[in-house]
């Protein structure tokens, strides 16, 4: 647990600051935020999981931001948070975070002299450049962008303003990362597609021209792998987050604000619109298009392309509520069969009866 | 797009290349290859796949290379793209993007004074071996290998010719690797298998003794991992191409030429044949053997040994023809549960119903 | 095939060393470890899963360590393996390989003038730091652990004694691990946690200010990853043992001596007991608790609390005797729907048959 980077703030101004309705002591100093049950009376904490509410009527908070539906706590003892409520806990809570403690703070230090970078690339203002970074010949790194030890950026990449490149990240040759955009520690943009032109048993290897564009505030979580194109680019639209070892496959087009959780595996060339959702394991099969603002529960296997604003689930991919009464079915598998059975039995004995 | 690294061709002599069949312009010359929508006049382009046929019909690219079976377009407009007619249009294609762009050139640094090579280490000619790369004790490295930053290659590993070894992929000790393998970043070859002897309650490591042998020209995925053997060695045979985030256990024999296509994992001391493919996220069970030429659908769950030459697909994996009629009743478990319902009701009427 | 580091035993000896019973020539001399298929007359073996019973009519081991049932093999050659007879004989090879191999030893080079070692870190007695590791500032690195090259020690971060961190490895800022913790290479121990607010379509990165905590005896396979906490720790408990390509959400709270095998994956705020196993690609959705002991089939889709001590399988996951049923009938679904149409149509024919 990091210390808050910022000044504390009394419960009045965290309301303030999103816009929320104090109920309780609106004057109490809050240093720092923390989770409902190990938080102590300087720390705020929220509850946008009704699973969790039991912890309002225990916890020892200064003060809890809640949804407007409550008002009221249970307590045994004498203690009472401070409420701060809001139509958004959840985001009020985030502002409330960004305010109290920032983000990860990044050394000033400049270009490491124990980092290479090739004389031909291009390094903005304020950039800095830990040990053993490597920037390969003809790259561009935009103003503020940290790179961290061991990132490799190959010739020609181009990197954008304010960006985040965590230690041991790759960027292939040619690609393209827009502004604030963020690789977490072992990603590896622009490798090659996995595109092999079998002939006479051989797995002959297609030369991967293309690239990758990442546009601005894209996130890209631990060693999750970002194919290059064959030709042309393999494409992460505008405030696309991708969790952990994710896999997409080249010649993708991701659109804007997608959610991609870790593990999600996207075959070549499919695509998807905006504020699409892929839970965990999600595996989705190439050439196809996913439409906007879909959500795809857990471990859905998708082969085929999916109308904008569904809720699906299930493999094969299904309506989510269909495939929650299918799933329901199969677990009853045998005692289905077990019917059928009966069924048959009875159907036996009457054609058995003899006609009067 | 990186630029074609070669000179422009005439259509003729692409044809001639690829012993296609030209209609139309034979002279027309083309300086690279591009998508078909993507595609411009001085671009080649291909359709090997029906479900972009219709592009043919609106692309401006100078050729395309097509099967046997497409002579003609319908064209609104008055552009004719030449067409390349082959038996093997992927292929055909592959061979052209060969010829016209090359795979990405290594530039000639040969050994950095910035990367650390053990004095017992043997490196061969032509070895291009970049900034902050190690190279252990006893390791070789084969002629013409490229090693990108920031790889480790432990000690006594043998890396064979003309291998690419990118950014950050780590071969462990005593690994050996063939000629013209290829590692993408963040792969990892030969650490330990996951192997522990649980004894009151204690998991106890296992020592992996053993080692990884990679044949010939296989190619491995970014961010994939291969278990070293506990003992012997795990053994991925020539020309197999595994994709990104693939894990192969401990003691794995992967046959040849097999494609592991991404988030394939495979449990320790499975082996496969020749010419298996996996599609995606399919998941192997330990100690089990898939045949020769076995081709498993995406997320397959493949818990038993599979005879040569199956298709299969699904969890527990299945003959593909009837996983697919499986699924399809699956998906209508809600519609069979109510015409069992209605039997039931139907029969019980029956039963019911008083004897004359 | 490394060799083995130590000095030769007699079977006696090692008999002794397990507790075990000679079956057999109790002088012969052992120098090594090998699977029964590859080892010859100074080898020693081992059998503890009866599929590979067969080999023991035919193994060339001078011994081999096998289970209380065994005392005779069917020889047709006139080699005689001695045996040793014991309760766990996975368990007693596995104390025979250490003795005879031991683990993988460490080359003792201190701290390398080529790693990056910040001037506030404190670093312990008989550590090996490797050349282009990077320690930050304020870390601790407890003595005779071993860092490999290329790996990225956050500030802050706390190593224990007796680690071994693997090339590539990155430790994020204020991240703790215990003594004898093991990172295979590429593993990522404290990325930020995947947590977004999303407002007006934006998705709103939360800051994820707590850390990780790995506790004694942990070891986490290769790019595996593990994402620090919102608030507070994410926690991994003793003795734990992660496979290759796991990722661990954050906030989790993984219990003691849990094996978690390959590409599982475990979604925020999930906990488990301890000595939970959870085999290759399962998934685990969030905020849910495994209890103590509980065992699920690979690919198994966890998705509600699961009481201790249950074994289960399938997704969703179930009770693991019934989701074998449930499977098995699973397969068959083409022809109960036969079956069911069958019952339909005889049920039509004695609905229209006359009434006498």
Known sequence: MTDAHRLPRTVEE???????T????????????????????????????????????TTQAGCVVVGNDISTMQRA??????????????YSFQQILVLLHGFRSHAPIGISPLAVVAKTARIGKGVNIHPFAVIGENAQVGDNTNIYPHVTIMSGAQIGQDCIIYPSAVIYDQCVLGNRVILQSG???????????????????????????????????SNTVIERAAMESTVIRKGTKLGNS??????CRIGEHNLLVSQVGIAGSASTGHHVVLAGQVGVAGHLHIGDMVRAAAQSGIAQDIE??????????????????????????????????????ALEALKDKPQP
């Open 187 to 221: 990603a590896v943009v622009g490798c090659d597609g996995y595109g092999f032109a079998t002939h006479k048993g051989i797995h002959n290897k297609i030369p991967q021209i293309g690239n990758v564009v990442l546009d601005d505030d894209v996130e890209v979580g």
């Open 246 to 251: 994710v896999v997409i496959g080249h010649n």
């Open 308 to 345: 904008p604003n569904k809720d699906i689930g299930g493999t094969p991919s299904m309506d989510l509520k269909h495939a929650r009464r299918v799933y329901l079915n199969f677990i009853q598998l045998p005692d289905i069969v077990k019917r059928l059975r009966e069924v048959e039995s």
């Open 22 to 57: 104090v109920i309780g002591d609106k004057n109490r100093r809050i240093a720092r935020c923390n989770g409902l049950s190990s938080a102590g009376s300087e720390d705020i904490s929220f509850l946008s999981n009704h699973k969790y509410a039991i912890h309002l009527n």
């Open 77 to 90: 003892d004498a203690w009472e948070p401070a409420l701060i409520q809001t139509a958004d806990p959840y």
């Open 14 to 20: 965290l309301a303030a600051h999103v816009g929320g």
